[in-house]
């Protein structure tokens, strides 16, 4: 009886060595929401020129559905009767999933902000928003 306790003793502390190691060695991103980790313009950056297009990369591969961008005047704050400045839908780059685009009309000077939502491969959705200037032509 004592040799069958010590056999499932060990291995009870095999298994909980293994599973330790198991989620020490997972990957952490698997579990996180997708990040900005940059964008063009540069988030709180001011433009001498006002882009054609909102440009962002983020930290997880993106699904090719349910992702969207934003672009208002600053100015503009009530959700309801705000002009969305982007053209049409937010598209996933096919040569780098990370990589989300979307055109804008052209953009007088002044504040803008930016808002997005982006559904990752792993199924997590994420929203965001920075600010930019786009500054008066000198």
Do not use: C
């Not at 055109?103 to 965001?128: C, Q």
């Amino acid at each position: 009886m004592k040799n069958q306790n010590n056999v499932a003793f060990h291995k009870l502390v095999i298994v909980g060595a293994l599973t330790a190691l198991f989620f020490l060695g997972a990957p952490k991103s698997a579990l996180a929401h997708a990040r900005l980790e940059r964008s063009s313009p540069a988030a709180d950056s001011e433009a001498a020129k006002a882009p054609a297009q909102i440009e962002l990369w983020f930290s997880e591969l993106l699904d090719d559905g349910f992702n969207s961008i934003s672009v208002f005047a600053a100015a503009d704050t009530d959700p309801k009767t705000r002009k969305n400045l982007a053209l049409g839908d937010a598209k996933v780059d096919a040569k780098d999933r990370t990589h989300l685009i979307n055109a804008v009309n052209p953009l007088p000077p002044g504040d803008y902000v930016v808002e997005w939502r982006v559904l990752s491969l792993d199924g997590h959705s994420a929203p965001g928003k920075f600010k930019f200037k786009v500054s008066a032509a000198k």
